[in-house]
């Protein structure tokens, strides 16, 4: 992925992720809609989220702990 794309996709993470009691999270749902909107892995929108200190939430699939 180009740094670029990169950067878009963190912006889009960000967007969408919400703070509750001072932890940054990011519903599955979410993250699953990222991916495909940007035509990437799941993985790539969790590595983000790793990057930036965001928690993915109500995960569906027991993934993200």
Known sequence: MDAETEGRLT???????????????????DAFR?????????MAVARVCGRQGIRIAKCQLGCFR
């Open 34 to 42: 990222i991916a495909a909107e940007f035509g990437v892995e799941p």
């Open 11 to 29: 912006g889009a993470v960000l967007a969408a992720s919400e703070e509750s009691r001072g932890k940054t999270r990011l519903a599955c749902a």
